[in-house]
């Protein structure tokens, strides 16, 4: 009876095992697949920069936008519906393209409300549109 194995004894391998090398490529390229749409919804910014920064807009100019967490749209202190405050926002732009409009949303607002609000801003195509907060007070 024989005591050793027919084995041979100890040997090199001379071929790569590729296939920790494909399972971490598979996991990469998944990993790309669900990130990659959560990349490409992206809002456009157009950020000022430093020169941009130092013009003022003269107050008097800037138009207000104000609304109530009753869903009451003001525009410049006078109440208006939605209707009519796209159309003001349409006249505005045909008169002066370069307006500054500030929108003072209420606290307690729904969210898609004032998303309407910026929707109307958006469709009127002015660009100048900024949001009105207050610090919160201790």
């Given at each position: 009876m ?14 790569i ?7 971490l ?7 790309f697949i669900i ?19 130092t013009?003022?807009?003269e107050?008097?100019q800037?138009?207000?936008i ?20 796209e159309s003001?926002l ?10 500054a ?16 609000v910026?929707?109307m801003?958006q469709?009127?195509?002015i660009?100048?549109a900024?949001?009105?907060t ?5």
């Amino acid at each position: 009876m024989r005591r050793f194995s027919d084995r041979h004894t100890v040997h090199t391998l001379t071929e790569i095992n590729v296939t920790p090398l494909l399972d971490l490529a598979f996991v990469l390229l998944v990993i790309f697949i669900i990130t990659t749409p959560l990349m490409e919804n992206s809002v456009n910014l157009i950020v000022p920069t430093s020169t941009d920064a130092t013009q003022s807009i003269e107050p008097a100019q800037v138009q207000t936008i104000s609304i109530d967490k009753d869903d009451v749209l003001q525009f410049n202190g006078e109440t208006v519906d939605a209707a009519g405050l796209e159309s003001r926002l349409n006249a505005l732009h045909a008169a002066k393209p370069d307006a500054a409009v500030i929108v003072r949303p209420h606290r307690d607002l729904s969210v898609q409300k004032f998303i309407s609000v910026m929707d109307m801003l958006q469709r009127a195509q002015i660009t100048k549109a900024g949001v009105s907060t207050r610090p919160d007070q201790p």
